[in-house]
């Protein structure tokens, strides 16, 4: 097993390279715009790790919600990527991805992304990883009245937020349990700012 993850739809960046021997993990904070530092990041990560690319089992990528640009960023390389090496692509949702760390115990996970003016994007699951309110766009506050009150939240888009963000290695893992696809595609819960402004 050989997964390579990528994570592009938030301000920092991460890959991440899941083996037998465990996973390695890279943090891009740089002001670069990512789709000049996630594929540097990955060279770097196989040559630390003794791989080559042909040595790759599968590809995972977060395919949103989160930044417009950063999403496509993301399922571009990595299809791309699947594409040239035949490998199969598995796609995590960013929310999925911020939820994994604090999964396992006995409460549900609230995973919550700042979309700005009171919105998000948000989703509740069991502490077994099942969806219990699928990634949807909301208003924060109702949706945070909609939650349990022994809930863990985590993410930007509330009260006194965490600051956690969506990491690769987290990717990886999940991908680890799935059966990838041809070919990814983005997750837009709601129109760009471009799109809503021509609506306008």
Not at 92 to 111: E, Q, S
Not at 112 to 133: E, F, Q, W
Not at 138 to 163: K, Q, S
């Amino acid at each position: 097993m050989n997964i390579l993850a990528l994570e592009t739809t938030d301000r920092v960046a991460s890959v991440a390279l899941l083996t037998d021997d465990g996973c390695r993990e890279k943090r891009i904070e740089s002001p670069l715009r990512h789709e000049e530092t996630v594929m540097p990041a990955v060279d770097q990560l196989l040559a630390e790790a003794g791989l080559a690319p042909a040595d790759l089992t599968a590809l995972a990528v977060d395919v949103g919600p989160g930044s417009f640009t950063g999403v496509r960023i993301g399922v571009c390389h990595g299809n791309a990527m699947a594409l040239a090496l035949g490998l199969p692509i598995v796609s995590v949702n960013a929310l999925a991805a911020l939820a994994y760390p604090l999964l396992g115990g006995d409460r549900p996970v609230a995973a919550v992304i700042d979309a700005r003016n009171g919105n998000g994007y948000g989703a509740l699951y069991a502490s077994s990883g099942a969806a219990l309110i699928p990634p949807c766009a909301m208003e924060i506050g109702p949706f945070l009245e909609r939650l349990p009150e022994n809930v863990i939240l985590t993410g930007t888009g509330f009260p006194g937020a965490d600051g956690a963000l969506p990491l690769a290695g987290s990717i990886a893992r999940i991908a680890a349990k799935r059966t990838g696809e041809r070919a990814a595609s983005p997750l837009y819960l709601r129109p760009s700012q471009a799109e809503r402004k021509q609506k306008a």
